[in-house]
């Protein structure tokens, strides 16, 4: 199952006549701003995540994560792919440093492996995997390049995995602790740090969904899981200040437009209800300490979530930044059977449509970046905004010369830069933006079937790395500060 198809697929084509357009203030702002050009100092950069690239999953006295362990369970990734090897950047890093370069990046998200630092997620720390991290940090900023990590990518340490994971509670506990010890090895050399990637995406697809690990299957789970990672933030960013207040704490959190299918008030209203628990469940309940109105039942929100006296404290983080990542368009339609979620009777899904469509059968919807980030703003308010990935999947394999000319995926970028453009020009504070990803790499439940790097990666011959044509486009881009 592609893990973007949102709870049931399959969603009957619809009408396209309530799908967000260019307004005419944007027609106009247009007129008056030059589409594609950034303001000075706008940061280019690209991401990857620990357990999609490093491979050396056992060296260094690395411990099991739950990732480590669901690529083993039959059926569940593409090709019975794993990412014990992937692109082997744990020991090539120095190459990938290098790309960077080579693209003219000035910024590399990349996220750090739980079980490097901390084996089994509890107690004892692994000096090994802080001195890998140590030596990459390192040689980032010797290449002048920012590092810009992310505390958790979805590799939760199986021993915490099997103690519940994220529906449990304690896991909040555990991560906080993970990232003191983090931060007081690496807060000396890295001012920006992002508490977790997409808590939207992994929550769902691990706990709700079953398509991530560890491939569980209870909505009622993933209601607590919700909570856990809010917690966690909270508690992350207190330990983050502790040991250095003046470090700029973030986190990244996945957006979608959400358009009913039909103009029924039943669809709108369901619209309404999925794109809070998807857009603003995480970044709102941190932002403010409250959860959105208009998701759960109220009588039934504390039970449901394990909500204890004290939470909205624990929870609430003033955020220095916010990190976004945009890839497509959500369109939702109510139904008769529930979704599993109580009080919520719909369906969502952004496969659909008129649209031309990425290789991983995602719908190209370009204005959809400029709506969510208007409407983001509306909860960030004054945050700097980084877009933490954009990306495309596009399978181009080299030609008789050995190059790879992949024109969708400079089209896809160009394309979604032009509407990043006229979103800062019409106020919305973006400092940054990252492109997913900097090399091609293990994509989750579809193995390596699907390639969105700027940089082909061949897996099966020593792991050569050829920058696409995708990729020396973007370098232009990065060195012009303009869309070209
Ligand atoms: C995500 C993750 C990345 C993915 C990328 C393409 O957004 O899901 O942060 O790990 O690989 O988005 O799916």
């Known amino acids: 199952m592609n893990r973007r198809d949102m709870l049931i697929s399959g969603l009957a084509a619809a009408g396209t006549s309530l799908l967000p357009g260019n307004s005419n203030a944007t027609a106009k702002q247009n007129k008056m701003t030059q589409v594609g050009v950034f303001p000075p100092g706008f940061l280019w950069g690209a991401a990857t995540s620990a357990y999609q690239i490093e491979g050396a999953y056992r060296e260094d006295g690395k411990g099991e994560s739950n990732w480590d362990r669901f690529v083993l369970a039959p059926g569940k990734i593409k090709n019975g792919n794993t990412a014990n090897v992937a692109c082997d950047s744990y020991h090539r890093y120095r190459e990938d440093i290098a790309l960077l370069k080579a693209l003219n990046l000035k910024s590399y998200r990349f996220s750090i492996a739980w079980t490097r630092i901390q084996p089994t997620g509890i107690g004892a720390v692994n000096q090994k995997g802080l001195d890998y991290y140590k030596r990459l940090t390192d040689a980032i900023l010797e290449a002048g390049i920012r590092p810009f990590p992310t505390l958790y990518h979805w590799d939760l340490p199986q021993e915490l995995e099997d103690r519940g994971g994220w529906p449990n509670r304690d896991t909040a506990y555990r991560y906080a602790e993970y990232v003191d010890i983090v931060l007081k090895a690496l807060g000396d050399r890295i001012n920006n740090w992002s508490l977790f990637n997409e808590s939207k995406a992994f929550t769902q697809l691990s706990y709700w969904l079953g398509v991530f690990a560890p491939g569980r299957k209870d909505p009622l789970a993933f209601l607590k899981a919700t909570h856990t990672v809010n917690l966690a933030h909270g508690l992350g960013f207190r330990a983050i200040k502790a040991v250095n207040p003046k470090i700029n704490v973030g986190s990244v959190f996945d957006v979608s437009p959400h358009v009913p299918a039909t103009d029924s008030d039943a669809d709108k209203a369901a ?12 970044a709102e309940s941190i932002l403010t300490g409250e959860y959105p109105d208009g998701v759960l039942p109220p009588d039934q929100q504390a039970a449901l979530l394990g909500f204890q006296t004290g939470d909205d404290k624990i929870m609430h983080a003033d955020l220095d930044f916010v990190g976004l990542n945009y890839y ?105 933006y990252h492109c997913w990803s900097l090399m091609d790499n293990f994509e989750w439940a579809e193995g390596y079937s699907q390639r969105f790097g700027l940089t082909y990666v061949d897996f099966e011959n020593n792991q050569k790395r050829t920058i696409k044509e995708s990729g020396y486009w973007y370098a232009k881009v990065a060195k012009e500060n303009k869309v070209i």
């Open 328 to 432: 497509s368009l959500t369109r939702v339609t109510a139904t008769k059977e529930s979704n599993g979620i109580p009080g919520m009777h719909l369906k969502a899904d952004w496969a659909v449509g008129p649209y031309e469509k990425t290789d991983s059968d995602w719908v190209i919807y370009p204005q959809g970046f400029y709506d969510i980030l208007k409407r983001m703003q509306l909860i960030t308010g004054h945050r700097p905004i980084e877009i933490a990935e954009n990306g495309a999947a596009y399978n181009n394999q080299p030609d008789a010369s050995g190059q790879i000319h992949d024109p969708k995926r400079i089209e896809y970028l160009r394309s979604h830069l032009n509407a990043l453009s006229r979103a800062i020009a019409d106020g919305v504070p973006v400092r940054a």
């Open 271 to 282: 619209t309404s209800a999925m794109e809070k628990l998807s857009n603003t469940w995480f």
